[in-house]
Structures are given as structure tokens and as C-alpha cells.
């Protein structure tokens, strides 16, 4: 079992930057994948970016690419979701998401249901 907890999320002005941190605990797979997702009341999870452990090979949705970053840090077992030039419609619950293992076709990893574990999520907050 893998436990995941997310944190950093908040209330920051439209332009603004959250880094968001994800920490594993629990039985961490090697060659496993963290995923970034988001929801809005209403609204499917959404997929934002995801990395695979051991690689750091990085996917991102089109509309976070050149805003937000991910990165993991494999000694501390915590990911992270840098976010800049934060917008408005940004605003969502974050969570992050373990996959047990890597998947032939990396368009499996923009699925929140492919996920084998999830975190309880953080609240961001972009005001305009």
C-alpha cells in the first residue's frame, strides 16, 4: 500500500506561484509513475502531468505546458508540481496520483482511473 499526501496548495493573485509537494510513503515501486490531477465541483478529474520514477520522462496537458513543472525528488520519495503564471481557471482541488508501473502507451498515464492510489487532494485557489 502506498500513502500519498499532497500539501502547498492555498490562495495566491492571478500571475502568481504554487509549488505543490506529494509525499509517498508506504511500499514505493521503482519503477512507478506520479500523476498530477484536478477537479472542479461538477467537472471530471482532469489530467495536468504526470512522471515516470525512475526515468523522469514528463507528459503534461497542453494547457499547463510552459506554466507548471514536475519533478520528484527519488531520495525523499516526494513529488512536486511547480505552478506559474497562475490563472483564474486554474482554481481546482490538486491531487496527485501512484501508478504501480510503467504502461506501454503513455496515454494511459492522462487517466485518473489507470491510478492505483491517491492522495486526499490540496485546494488552490487562483483570484483574479
Known amino acids: 500500500q502506498v500513502q500519498l499526501v499532497e500539501s502547498g496548495g492555498g490562495l495566491v493573485q492571478a500571475g502568481g506561484s504554487l509549488r505543490l509537494s506529494c509525499a509517498a510513503s508506504g511500499r514505493t515501486f521503482g519503477n512507478s509513475v506520479m500523476g498530477w490531477f484536478r477537479q472542479t465541483p461538477g467537472k471530471e478529474r482532469e489530467f495536468v502531468a504526470a512522471?515516470?520514477?525512475?526515468?523522469?520522462?514528463?507528459y503534461y496537458a497542453d494547457f499547463v505546458k510552459g506554466r507548471f513543472t514536475i519533478s520528484r525528488d527519488t531520495a525523499k520519495n516526494t513529488g512536486y508540481l511547480q505552478m506559474n503564471s497562475l490563472k483564474p481557471e486554474d482554481t481546482a482541488v490538486y491531487y496527485c496520483?501512484?501508478?504501480?508501473?510503467?504502461?506501454?502507451?503513455?496515454?494511459?498515464?492522462?487517466?485518473?482511473?489507470?491510478?492505483?492510489?491517491r492522495g486526499q487532494g490540496t485546494q488552490v485557489t487562483v483570484s483574479s
Open positions: 496520483a501512484a501508478r504501480r508501473y510503467y504502461s506501454a502507451s503513455y496515454s494511459t498515464y492522462y487517466r485518473a482511473d489507470e491510478y492505483d492510489f
Open positions: 512522471i515516470t520514477w525512475s526515468s523522469g520522462n514528463i
